[in-house]
T-cell receptor, first 110, second 114 residues
Framework: GDSVTQMEGPVTLSEEAFLTINCTYT??????LFWYVQYPGEGLQLLLK?????DKGSNKGFEATYRKETTSFHLEKGSVQVSDSAVYFC?????????FGTGTSLTVIP | EAQVTQNPRYLITVTGKKLTVTCSQN?????MSWYRQDPGLGLRQIYY???????DKGDVPEGYKVSRKEKRNFPLILESPSPNQTSLYFC?????????????FGPGTRLTVL
């Protein structure tokens, strides 16, 4: 069935380091792909999205490219900040349902 | 302010005692959904609703009920809660179901069933 697999955490980086969080998906159709972010004690917020192959979603310095050939949607940021510390969820939408990954906890230390 | 609200935010109850978690949105959204978040499992969709009086099962509907009598409200009902329903629950809504529509999440309800 449809699913999302993302990189296990937790991830700890120093400020200004490069970030990659891997995400792959399985889908019967042509899903839309999302990254959501969850700050401590809060609900999820949409970070970025891509709706078709080769689309690049970007927001707040984060980027992810929809790769149909590798069924991937890896999240990247060139220089992380302490304020980026949060849990990141990859998700896909096929039909009427959403499927989320298990989440990757990121801690950025000064 | 556009938002999704959930009540209560925290709840401790005992096995078998019926409970309802309310969800309300003020954005006139058609699509609403309930998720549970568990360590190591991420978010899993329980039920969703495409519009008033239209609901459908997600991935983990067992032990839950929902209703959508009004567009703004989508309560989650646990008729006979069990300890395996201890979890963090999120309600979400979007303007319409579709890949271009962002889901807005509520703040979460932490439920403990003893």
């Amino acid at each position: 069935g449809d699913s999302v697999t993302q990189m296990e955490g937790p991830v700890t980086l120093s400020e200004e380091a490069f970030l990659t969080i891997n995400c792959t998906y399985t889908a019967t159709g042509y899903p839309s792909l999302f990254w959501y972010v969850q700050y401590p004690g809060e609900g999820l917020q949409l970070l970025l999205k891509a709706t078709k192959a080769d689309d690049k979603g970007s927001n707040k310095g984060f980027e992810a490219t929809y790769r149909k050939e590798t069924t991937s949607f890896h999240l990247e940021k060139g220089s992380v900040q302490v304020s980026d510390s949060a849990v990141y969820f990859c998700a896909q939408n096929t039909g009427n349902q959403f499927y989320f990954g298990t989440g990757t906890s990121l801690t950025v230390i000064p | 302010e556009a938002q999704v609200t959930q009540n209560p935010r925290y709840l401790i109850t005992v096995t078998g005692k019926k409970l309802t978690v309310t969800c309300s949105q003020n954005m006139n959204h058609e699509y609403m959904s309930w998720y549970r978040q568990d360590p190591g499992l991420g978010l899993r969709q329980i039920y969703y609703s495409m519009n008033v009086e239209v609901t459908d099962k997600g991935d983990v509907p067992e032990g839950y009920k929902v209703s959508r009598k009004e567009k703004r409200n989508f309560p989650l009902i646990l008729e006979s809660p069990s300890p395996n329903q201890t979890s963090l629950y999120f309600c979400a809504s979007s303007f319409r179901q579709g890949s271009y529509n962002e889901q807005f999440f509520g703040p979460g309800t932490r439920l403990t069933v003893l």
